[in-house]
């Protein structure tokens, strides 16, 4: 463990996964201009989602090795920025995580999502409608449910569940995907979306949401700038200049022919109206994690992201203080994704993924300086 992750103040001891995630969550909240009050009931929220696994201590190994990030935290955050306004900050966990199933794990994060729709009083009718295909009786796959929670000013949060297409198996995914579309009310969905290497996730908006938005992610093998810049398929979406321009500042590639080669690129397609033929969102995923050096190489090209879709940094740079106290040339998986999502009629909105690191500090690329650290 590393010694650098206590922030100033807190118990020498050894902390549990909750009080340490909990911390970090009330930091976030700050740095997004929420409440005490708020960070106070989101940070209760999230020790119910984690469950028994939130007593854990972080002296003890991962509670299973969960999928959701890379040293198997069940916990990620993210801020969403756009000009003008304040960062939003969403919370994604696993609530089965350390269930002895996968199955048992789904229904854990099932039963979770059923009770903050009893608290918060809104409908499920979309994850219903398609239960039987993400969560049948022997799932396969690395995850059964995640859930996201966008969190907002009065301490009640916009919900969305991720769902695993290929859990009846990775040559059926596409099919659960074109079969949930239908059920969904999106009968031409699947026949717009691009060719694809994969179907990682299929995600819900549930609740109070303006539009809700059924999102398919796609994965893409080997992805390019240039193949990058043709992927949307919304009907007034980005252009291909402005996608392959963020592909190059955010992997850091400065020829388009350059191919992730590592861990994939993913895009994201959002339906909402089920009259259209298109889809009404779109967001292009890199993994900066696997092209950086370290997290001060890809905390530099998320700022210039930001300064070049006219947003202010400072949120961001204050949130990996909050999240970490060691320096971002120590590490490297800090900043897990950068995305640029585009919405219908609303400006670009550029995220920065954020990794709690509660278990390990992936090191940074062989012949970066870095200090030496404690290990206890």
């Keep these: 463990m590393n010694a650098g992750r206590y922030g100033d103040g807190e118990d020498p001891g050894i902390p549990t996964l909750g009080s340490f995630t909990g911390r970090q969550l009330r930091g976030m909240c700050a740095v997004a201009g929420l409440s005490g009050a708020d960070a106070d009931t989101y940070a209760g929220v999230l020790a119910e989602c984690l ?23 069940p916990v990620e955050f993210s801020l969403s920025f756009q000009p003008g306004a304040a960062p939003s900050l969403r919370l994604l966990t696993e ?29 499920t009718d979309a994850l219903d409608a398609v239960q039987d295909l993400f969560l049948p009786p022997s799932p396969q796959g690395p995850l059964a449910l995640w859930c996201a929670l966008e969190l907002r000013p009065g301490g009640v949060p916009k919900v969305k569940v991720y769902l695993n297409p290929a859990a ?7 099919g659960t995907v074109r079969e949930a579309l239908r059920r969904l009310g999106h009968r031409w969905a699947y026949a717009v979306l691009p060719e694809a290497d994969g179907y990682p996730f299929l ?21 390019t700038a240039a193949r990058a810049g043709r992927l949307s398929r919304m009907e007034r979406g980005p252009g291909p200049a402005a996608l392959e321009e963020f592909f190059r ?23 909402t109206d089920t009259g259209a033929d298109r889809p009404s969102g779109f967001t292009l995923h890199i993994p900066v994690r696997d092209y950086a050096a370290h997290d001060g190489e890809a905390l530099s090209r998320a700022v210039r992201l930001l300064r070049r879709h006219g947003v202010d940094t400072d949120a961001l740079t204050r949130s990996t203080g909050v999240l970490t106290a060691r320096r971002p040339e120590d590490g490297v998986g800090l900043i897990a ?13 550029v995220t920065a993924y954020l990794s709690s690191e509660a278990y390990a500090v992936r090191p940074p690329a062989e012949g970066v300086p870095r200090r030496p650290q404690t290990v206890g």
């Design 51 to 73: 469950g028994p696994v939130a007593a854990r201590p972080l002296d003890l190994p991962p509670p299973d090795r969960t999928f959701l990030s890379d040293d198997h935290t």
């Design 95 to 123: 609530p089965g995580c350390g269930a002895d199933s996968l199955a048992r794990n789904g229904a854990v994060g099932l039963e979770t999502v059923r009770t903050m729709a009893r608290r918060w009083d809104f409908a």
């Design 168 to 174: 009846s198996g990775p040559e059926r995914a596409a």
């Design 203 to 223: 995600a819900l908006d549930l609740g109070d949401w303006e539009e809700p938005r059924v999102k398919v992610y796609l994965r893409h093998d080997g992805l």
């Design 249 to 271: 500042t955010a992997a850091g590639r400065g020829a388009g022919t350059t191919r992730l080669s590592r861990r994939p690129g993913l895009t994201c397609h959002s339906f």
């Design 337 to 349: 994704y950068l995305a640029l999502a585009h919405q219908q009629d609303r400006p670009p909105r």
